[in-house]
């Protein structure tokens, strides 16, 4: 099976209605990837998968139009699904933008550096 792409949202800056920030799922069948967790795209995720199906979590950039669900989906993990130990490729830096509890088990943050492949 080849990968699947789905568009969660692409609006730039802030969410509109019915248009979320910046978010897609990237799936090849047997495990997805949430690229940009942007305004409004948690709530467009749940229309594809359930909240646990979510395997590693890939954040392009600092701005917060890419990373601000980020915030809701770590209390979808602590409150509802319990689920821990998944991948957060980001940049230097966005760790420590974000309000998460530096000692939570949800989250296993990986930085991504220049010229580094995975």
Request: proline content about 5%.
């Amino acid at each position: 099976m080849g990968l699947t792409l789905t568009v969660l949202g692409c609006c730039g800056t802030y969410a509109s209605p019915g248009a979320a920030c910046s978010g897609y799922l990237v799936s090849d069948g047997s495990s997805t990837v949430w690229v940009d967790a942007g305004s409004g795209t948690l709530a467009n995720l749940q229309r594809h998968l359930p909240l646990d199906g979510v395997d590693a979590l890939v954040l392009s950039h600092e701005h917060p139009d890419h990373w601000t669900d980020l915030e809701g989906f770590f209390n979808v993990c602590r409150f509802v699904t319990g689920k821990e130990g998944i991948p957060v490729y980001a940049p230097a830096g966005l760790k420590d933008r974000t309000y998460n509890d530096d000692e939570s088990p949800y989250f296993d943050w990986r930085e991504i550096k220049d010229g580094v492949s995975a």
